[in-house]
C-alpha cells in the first residue's frame, strides 16, 4: 500500500519536474554573453531594453545561437550604451519562440506581444522565420515598435507587391520592419543561377515544407530555374510532421533529375529529406538548399550537417547576405577571441542589426523625447529613414522605403568535406 | 481479443477469416500497384513497373513497423477495454534505447559520471524489475531473479552501447549487433510497459472507465517529457547499420533493409499468433479478453495475464522502434504521438480486439500512406489516411475483421 502510494507520487513528481522543463517562455542566453551594464558615460538619461526574438530549442539553437552571440558582441563593442542611454540585451530580453523543437508562429506572436507592452523595449532583433515575422509584424506595427530581423527572407514581409500591405495593415505607411538580408526573390535565383551555371545541372527535384519561408524560396526557385533552361522534373510539399519520405523519394529517383532543391530549414526536414534521398538512390546527386540548413558545420550539435553526416558531401547553400566584404576577417576574429568559435552564417547579420539600433537610438536620443513612447517612435523613425547611410560591419548600407536593404546579395557556400563545414564560394549582387 | 473469430457481417452470412484476408489483401496490393504502374501514363511516360514494385516495398516495410505497434493497443483493447494512449509514446522510447545502445551508451567520461550513471541505471532497473515481477505476479525466487537478471543485464548493456557509426558489412557482425539491440529494447520496454501497467492502470481498473483513459494521456506525456529532457527536442540520428545493397526485382532495385523489417516483423507476428492460439497463457489471455468474470472462476489469474498481455505489446512496441531507427535513420521525441496515430488507426480499421486485423490494418494504412505519397500528395497523406478509416467504417462499423458484438450491460 505504501509503496504504490510512494509510486504515485513519484509519478506525479516526474509530471511536475518534467512540465516545468518544456515550454516557450524565456530561453537562457548563451554563456558568455555579457548584458551590458557598464556605461561608458557618467550620467545615463536611462536604460533601455532591446528583446532577442527567435527559435533555441532543438535544431533551431543551432541557427539562432550565433545571431545572439553576434548581437551581443556589437553591443559590448559599442560599450553598452547609445545616445546617453545604457542598452541592455540581458537573459531576461531573450524570447524563445519554439515549441516542441521547431519555431512556432504562435508562440513567436505571444512574444512580440509581451515586449511591445513592455515600454522599456526600443526594438525587437528577430524573428529567424519568415512564418513567425508574418504574425508578429501586424502586432509590431500596430504598436510602432522597430523590429529589425537579421534573417527573414520572405519577399512577402515587406514589398507591397508580394503582399505586405496586408501585413502591416494597421499602419501600412509606417514602416516599423527592416531587416539586414536580402529578399527571396533574390536568394531562390542566385542557387538556380549557380546551379544552371557553375554546376552545369539541367534536371531538378524540388522539395518543400509548406511553411511561408520554405514554400516560398522553393517556388522563387524553380521559376528561376525554368526561366535559365532547366526542367523541374517534380515540386513536392511535405510539412515538417513528415516521418517517411521514403515513398516521396522513390516516385522523385523514378524521374531521374540530377539535383535536388530543398526549400526549408533543418527543424522542417532538411537532413531527413537528405538521408532518405541517399536511401532511395539518390545519393550522387546534387543536393541544393537555402540559408534555412546553413547552421553550423558538423561540429555544432542539431545542425543539418551534423545530421546529414556524409551525406551531405554535395550540399550547396546560399546566405542572403554578403558572404565576402572588407570586414570579414577583422569581424571572424573578433568574435572567435568572444566566444571561442566561428561565427554563424547569420552572426553578421544579427551584429549589424544591433549597429542600427544603436545609431537609431543616438539619433533619436537627440530629439529629446518626452517619454519611452516617444522615444520608441523616434527610434523607429531615425532607423527607417531611407537617407542615412549605415556604416555596418557588412559594409555600408541604407533601407529602402520598404524596410529592405539595400545590399541585394547572394552567397553561395558548398561542403567542404576536409574541415566538415560549409565554404564560401562565390557571391551574387542583384542590385547589377 | 480474437484470432480465430468468424466476422459476421450484418445479413448473417459468415464468411471464413482466410477469405477476407485474402481478398482484402489482393485488392489492395492489386489496386496500388497497378495504380502507380500505369500513373506515370497521365504525363505522357510510359508505365512503370519498378517504381511500383519499390512504392510496394516502402508501403510494406511502413506497414510493418504500423502493424507491430497497432498489436499492442489492439490487444491491450481486446482485453481490458482501454485505448492505451502511451503506446506510441513507449514505442518512441524503444526507438531511443536503441539510438542511444547503438551509439555511445550512457558512457560518461569521469569516474563520478559512469558512477552517478551506473547509480541512476541501477536504480531504473531495479525499478523496472520490481514492476515486473510485481506486475506479473511472479512468487517463486528462480523466476524471480531470472525476471531481474534480464532487466539488470539490458540496462547494463544500455550503458555501455556499442558505439557503432556507420554501415557493416560484415553479415556475422551485423548480427551480432543487431540480436542485442532488439533484445535490450523489447526487454527494456516490456518492462517498462508492465511497470505502466502496475502503477497507473491497474489501481484505477475497477473506478471509472475514463479514469485508465486520462491516466494513459498523462503517462503518454510523462514519456515525453522525459526523453525531451533526456535528449532535448531536435532529431537525433541513428546509425544506419544494414548497408544499403539492394537486389532487383521486376525491375526495380530494392533495399535488403526493406526485407529485412517486413520478414523480422512478420516472424514476430507468428510467433505472437502461435504464444495467443497454442500456449496456457495465450488461452488465458484469450478468455479473458471473451468473459473477464467466467476467466477468473475458470482459475485465470486477472492480473497477471494483463500484465503479460502489456509485455508482449510492449516487446513488440520496442521491436518497433528498433526498426524505426534502423529504417528512417532517426529518432524525435514526438514520433510516438504521430506513429501511434497511425497505428491506432490501423488497429481501429482492422477490427479493433482483433490481432489479425491489427496486422491487415497496418500494412493498409502503411499502402494508403505511401500511395497518397507517391501521386504527389504528401500534405494531405494523413487527411487521407482518416478518410479511408471514416469509409471503412461507416461500411463496415467494427472494422474489416471486428466482431458486431452487442453491447454488454
Partial sequence: MNLRKLGALAFGAMFVAAACNTGGGTATGTPGGTSAATATAAATKGTVKVAVEMPFQGSEKAASDPVLKGVRLALKQAGGAAGGYTVQVADADVYDDSINGAHDPQTGAKNTKAIVTDPDYIAQIGPLNSSVAKVQIPISNAAGLLQCSPANTNEGLTKPEFGALDIRNVHPDVINYVRMVTTDNNQGPAMAKYGIKNLGLKSIYVIDDTETFGKGIADNFAKEWIAEGGTVVKHDGAPKTTTDYSSLMTAAAALHPDSIYFGGVTSTGGARILNASVQAGLGDVKFLGSDGIQDGGAATPDSFLNLAADNAKNSFTTTAAIGDYPGKVAFDAAYKAEYGVDPGSYSGTGFACMQVILKALGTAAGTNPADMAGLREAVRKAAVDPTVTYDTVLGQMHFDKNGDTSQLIVSIFAFDAATKTWVFKEQLDFAK | ?409
Fill in chain 2, 1 to 409: 481479443m480474437t484470432t480465430a473469430a468468424q466476422p459476421v457481417d450484418t445479413t448473417g452470412r459468415r464468411y471464413p477469416q482466410w477469405v477476407v484476408l485474402s481478398v482484402v489483401s489482393a485488392i489492395v496490393v492489386i489496386l496500388f500497384a497497378t495504380t502507380l504502374t500505369f500513373q506515370p501514363l497521365l504525363s505522357g511516360h510510359p508505365p512503370d513497373l519498378a517504381t511500383a514494385t519499390q512504392q510496394t516495398a516502402n508501403a510494406l516495410s511502413l506497414g510493418a513497423i504500423y502493424a507491430l505497434i497497432a498489436l499492442g493497443y489492439t490487444m491491450v483493447y481486446g482485453i481490458i477495454e482501454l485505448i492505451n494512449f502511451a503506446h506510441g509514446d513507449v514505442f518512441m522510447v524503444g526507438a531511443f534505447i536503441a539510438m542511444t545502445f547503438l551509439r555511445t551508451g550512457f558512457q560518461a567520461t569521469t569516474l563520478l559520471g559512469m558512477g552517478i550513471g551506473l547509480a541512476a541505471l541501477g536504480g531504473f532497473a531495479l525499478f523496472l524489475g520490481w514492476g515486473l515481477v510485481s506486475g506479473l505476479g511472479i512468487r517463486r525466487a528462480a523466476p524471480r531473479l531470472l525476471a531481474l537478471a534480464l532487466v539488470v543485464g539490458a540496462t547494463v548493456g544500455l550503458e555501455f552501447g556499442v558505439k557503432q557509426t556507420g554501415p557493416i558489412t560484415d553479415g556475422l557482425t551485423l548480427t551480432a549487433v543487431l540480436i542485442p539491440t532488439f533484445l535490450i529494447a523489447m526487454i527494456i520496454i516490456a518492462a517498462t510497459n508492465v511497470t505502466i501497467e502496475r502503477l497507473a492502470y491497474r489501481p484505477l481498473r475497477k473506478k471509472s472507465r475514463l479514469a485508465p483513459l486520462l491516466t494513459a494521456v498523462g503517462i503518454s506525456f510523462i514519456l515525453q517529457n522525459i526523453v525531451i529532457v533526456w535528449q532535448g527536442t531536435g532529431d537525433r540520428p541513428v546509425p544506419q547499420l544494414v548497408p544499403l545493397v539492394k537486389f532487383e526485382l521486376l525491375g526495380a532495385h530494392i533495399n535488403w533493409l526493406n526485407m529485412f523489417i517486413l520478414v523480422l516483423a512478420l516472424a514476430l507476428m507468428v510467433g505472437l499468433q502461435t504464444f495467443v492460439n497454442r500456449t496456457r497463457l495465450g488461452r488465458a489471455m484469450r478468455s479473458t479478453a471473451q468473459d473477464q468474470q467466467a476467466a477468473q472462476l475458470m482459475g485465470v489469474d486477472l492480473n497477471q495475464t494483463i500484465s503479460v498481455t502489456f509485455l508482449i505489446g510492449g516487446a513488440l512496441a520496442g521491436a518497433a522502434g528498433v526498426f524505426q531507427g534502423l529504417y528512417f535513420g532517426f529518432v524525435r521525441f514526438d514520433l510516438g504521438f504521430n506513429a501511434g496515430l497511425k497505428a491506432f488507426t490501423s488497429a481501429v480499421l482492422g477490427g479493433i480486439g482483433n490481432l489479425t486485423g491489427a496486422v491487415i490494418g497496418g500494412f493498409l494504412i502503411g499502402f494508403v500512406e505511401v500511395f497518397a505519397a507517391a501521386v504527389g500528395q504528401q500534405r494531405w497523406s494523413q487527411a487521407i489516411v482518416f478518410m479511408v478509416l471514416i469509409v471503412v467504417l461507416i461500411i463496415r462499423p467494427a472494422g474489416i475483421l471486428g466482431q458486431q458484438v452487442g453491447e454488454r450491460a
